[in-house]
């Protein structure tokens, strides 16, 4: 008798369907498929902003899905506070802090009491920032947050944990040359940023032996207090009662000055080739200069114009040239970032077998040189508007993307209104305005060249004569650093370039 009643239920939605469809008109082609248009309102910081009495700011998201509460503390300050013999202090106070217990408890019950709670703890050093968050159950919120109070008022460093730290951290500093990744990463920062900037700067194992707990604890007091921090909070609790909870629990930590974001690197880039000779079969490598700051009018032409020369995937230009035209590399694209304190960085990178490093990157400049001289054309331009006009909703679609968005905003002092324009300022974008922000920002001869791979199979080009490297200028050997010292490993004679001034790099010839 089921079965029966199951195949007629089945029947019956089927014709009702097929009715349904009749009555519809069907498009007969899936790009003449019409779409409402797309509406949605930025969500405003304001609206979910409030301030404790001792002056911090608390951005609340209340949501009753679960019974769950996410809060985090951001608080600024991170690498940039570093000295210079102490790279990576910020990033091991932070681990320390989580895994070193407290003065009251040890790192094993403070881990005991959080499996018991299942609270997931996490305490973080970023470049200029660090932060302290807690993932619980609303009805482990109170204790959970006094642990997390706990550990970053009064640290542990517990010494064993502190010993195990290093010796993990070494263990890391031995593995820097095992991988091109590691070695390009590292020397682009050191010809982006120099090699005394926070952006640049890696740990040595001189100095990860002789950080103390004192160091240490000086650090996370300048970093973690009421005075430099900033929370975020959702998930199921009345905002109401919340602030009033959050005061409870920083009640008697002393409240200490503001720290001071991160002073622009005054390193200079220098244009040119330079390689890092590495015994691989293909080879990684690194265009760029440097870019503009946040606040830029020309950020929005900008933006959009990398994501029609390599940043908008396999519709990008380079993309298209570089491995579905030519079939020089399975990636290869460019990226561009806006900085908040100072410029950041416009790159494109690629990876290819070495005989046709020099081919590939002849391509991307050469798409350069069209971005430049040649308007983009409507399609292009409509591609990449969309990609970030259609996609802009996701930037607040969960609650702790949308507290991250006010939180980042918060400590950068982005302009009201921003979010609000962004598309508006996206759509205005013209080809005449990229082609200007090409000739403006984009200069060939400006370009830092960065290669890591066997340089004599690179330098050397194609076989069918298309491009070598030379195209580009002379080139400047970099050095292979000992990963432990990051000292320059010395090299033959014969290997040593015989040019030491810096070149500028230069476009190569065009011809085929």
């Not at 790192?107 to 302290?132: C, H, P, Q, Y």
């Not at 409240?255 to 080879?283: C, L, N, R, W």
């Not at 971005?371 to 990609?387: F, Y």
């Amino acid at each position: 008798m089921n079965i029966i009643k199951n195949t007629l239920s089945i029947i019956l939605a089927a014709s009702f369907a097929a009715s349904a469809l009749a009555g519809a008109t069907i498009p007969p082609r899936p790009e003449t498929i019409t779409y409402p248009p797309l509406t949605f309102t930025p969500p405003k910081a304001s609206e979910y902003r409030t301030t404790l009495s001792d002056g911090t700011t608390v951005f609340m998201v209340p949501t009753h899905e679960f019974p769950l509460i996410n809060m985090t503390i951001t608080c600024m300050g991170g690498a940039h506070l570093d000295p210079a013999d102490r790279a990576g202090l910020a990033a091991m106070t932070a681990s320390m802090m989580r895994s070193g217990g407290s003065e009251t408890m040890s790192a094993d019950e403070v881990n005991e009491k959080l499996e018991f709670m299942a609270t997931n703890l996490s305490i973080r050093g970023g470049d200029w920032n660090s932060s302290a968050s807690i993932d619980c159950l609303k009805s482990n919120f109170d204790a959970s947050l006094a642990i997390l109070i706990d550990l970053l008022k009064s640290p542990g460093f517990d010494e064993a944990k502190f010993k195990i730290a290093k010796g993990d951290a070494m263990e890391g500093l031995k593995q820097r040359n095992d991988d091109a990744a590691s070695i390009s990463a590292r020397e682009w920062g050191y010809l982006v940023y120099g090699e005394d900037n926070f952006e640049s700067r890696q740990p040595t194992g001189a100095g990860l032996e002789a950080l103390t707990d004192d160091e240490m604890e000086d650090m996370a007091e300048k970093i973690f207090h009421p005075g430099n921090m900033i929370i975020s909070i959702f998930g199921d609790f009345d905002p109401k009662t919340m602030p009033a909870t959050l005061e409870k629990a920083l009640a008697g930590w002393k409240k200490g000055p503001k720290v001071d974001p991160p002073s622009a690197p005054t390193h200079q880039m220098k244009p040119g080739v330079y390689f890092v000779e590495k015994d691989i079969p293909q080879g990684k490598v690194t265009i760029g200069i440097r870019s503009i700051q946040r606040e830029n009018p020309d950020f929005y032409a900008y933006t959009v114009m990398n994501e029609i020369l390599g940043g908008g995937g396999f519709s990008s230009r380079i993309m298209q040239r570089v491995r579905s035209d030519e079939g020089l590399a399975y990636s290869a694209g460019s990226g561009f970032r806006a900085g908040p304190f100072y410029p950041g960085i416009f790159r494109a990178a690629f990876e290819s077998k070495s005989p046709t490093v020099a081919l590939a990157a002849k391509l991307i400049f050469e798409e350069f040189v069209r971005m430049r001289t040649t308007l983009v054309s409507a399609s292009e331009l409509e591609t990449a508007k969309n990609s970030f006009i259609e996609t802009f909703p996701s930037t607040f679609a969960s609650k702790a993307g949308m507290l991250g968005v006010f939180v980042s905003d918060e400590w950068t002092n982005r302009p009201a209104g921003y979010w609000e324009n962004y598309r508006e300022k996206i759509r205005a974008v013209t080809p005449e305005d990229i082609q200007r922000v090409a000739q403006k920002y984009l200069d060939p001869s400006k370009m830092t060249i960065l290669v890591v791979g066997k340089w004599a199979d690179i330098s050397k080009g194609d076989l069918q004569g298309r491009a070598t490297m030379e195209q580009f200028g002379p080139a400047i050997q970099l050095p292979m650093r000992d990963p432990i010292s990051l000292k320059p490993i010395a090299t033959s004679a014969s290997a040593q370039p015989e040019a030491t001034a810096q070149p500028a790099a230069k476009a190569p010839a065009t011809g085929g």
